[in-house]
């Protein structure tokens, strides 16, 4: 007969409290009720039960320790066994009434394609969609592109990229994923969409921010500056009096269709040289003797 | 079906009535023939099934009502599959 001890896992110096602790963990993991259907499990619940009953209590241990075990293991009254699961494969009076109030019956009717709803059978099942990623240029995602792209399969999809799209976004394709079984829908492709950089651009929602530097002549006089943008350089006036942050926007230069267009947003830089002309320098010499001024004070 | 009476349920659960009574009232079991307290095999299993989960497994009454709901949502589960098997055998 198999060891009591062992089939719970502990030793045979283990306290009374530790024997509990384990069989109570056997017995969740096995109970015929969360393991529906499983023999194997209702087996290992049973022989935790038995083992239990064995040196569960001092008394029963002592007994047992002392060799007058019980040998009626699995001789008892087959009722007393049967579990709930068990009793619900030979009734189903509980598992039958559930959701009867709520309208549950329903879902159970389409689970299995039952009550008179034939036609789809269980081994209909739809396709799982499928995911591709699609690099797309700067220019094409705030602009709007078509792009061909050729997918595992070896079909070639048309994919229409819209104007103004941002990484992350999934566009999808009805139908091109994995195939359904039997009578079922496939499932849909879907593409991700990744907007690869382009050095001196930055798209923030639908507008386009681009650094423009500016010289400090620039920047107290104002004046006319070419300022790059997706669809080539436009002329920006640049107000007097501006500073390295000050931000100017080109109209209608940012992405999306061009119904509803974001706006380039150009942020100037005022850039000091490094070497600067000897003559500039020292008519700025000459400029801070006449006309300093400190903008640290209000 | 085998029709057993509120005592001798009581006798082979292991519980006194009030027990019983407070399972029904709870309606965590709803015996057969509620108005005579008469229980059969199923309202036995599951009288068992409760005591497991509270005495053993300290199992609260709220957490309680939700195991055994879905358990019977799991057993109907259960049992339109094989009698879906069945019928695809036939």
């Known amino acids: ?298 | 079906m085998t029709i057993i009476h509120l005592d001798e349920a009581c006798d082979l659960c292991g519980v006194n009535k009030e027990v019983i009574i407070h399972f029904v009232e709870e309606e965590w079991v709803r015996p057969i023939n509620q108005e005579a307290w008469e229980l059969d095999e199923e309202d036995i299993a599951r009288i068992r099934l409760i005591r497991e989960l509270t005495e053993e497994f300290g199992v609260n009454d709220e957490g309680l009502s939700i195991i055994l709901q879905l358990l019977d949502q799991l057993n109907r589960i259960h049992l339109e599959a094989m009698k879906h098997e069945q019928q695809d055998d036939q």
């Open chain 1, 1 to 298: 007969m198999a060891d009591p001890y062992e089939i719970l896992g502990v030793s045979k110096s283990a306290s009374q409290e530790e024997i509990k602790k384990s069989y109570r963990k056997l017995a969740k993991k096995y109970h015929p009720d969360l393991n529906p259907g499983n023999k194997e499990a209702e087996k290992k619940f049973k022989a935790a039960s038995h083992a239990f009953d064995q040196i569960g209590t001092k008394e029963a241990r002592a007994k047992f320790d002392r060799g007058e075990a019980e040998l009626n293991f699995g001789g008892s009254d087959q009722n007393a066994d049967e579990s709930f699961y068990q009793s619900q494969r030979n009734g189903g009076r509980y598992a039958y009434s559930y959701g009867e109030d709520i309208g549950g019956s329903d879902f159970f009717e389409n689970l299995f394609g039952m009550g008179g709803k034939r036609g789809k059978s269980r081994t209909d099942y739809p396709g799982e969609d499928i995911t591709y990623k699609m690099e797309v240029e700067f220019r094409e995602a705030a602009l709007g592109a078509e792009k061909h792209i050729t997918l595992p399969n070896g079909k070639t999809l048309q994919v229409k990229i819209p104007a103004g799209i941002e990484t992350g976004k999934k566009l999808r394709f009805k139908g091109l994923g994995s195939p359904g079984t039997g009578s079922a829908a496939p499932g849909n492709a879907l593409i991700e969409i990744e907007v690869k950089p382009l050095a001196g651009f930055k798209r923030v929602g639908k507008d386009i921010e681009v650094e423009v530097p500016i010289s400090f002549i620039e920047a107290i006089t104002g004046g006319d500056i070419k300022v790059p943008t997706l669809e080539g350089e436009v002329l920006l006036t640049v107000p007097e009096g501006v500073s390295t942050g000050s931000k100017l926007r080109v109209k209608g230069k940012g992405a999306g269709p061009s119904h509803d267009r974001g706006n380039e947003i150009v942020i100037l830089k005022v850039v000091i040289p490094k070497n600067l002309d000897p003559g500039l320098k020292s008519a700025i010499e000459n400029l801070k003797a006449q006309h300093n001024y400190n903008p640290r004070m209000q």
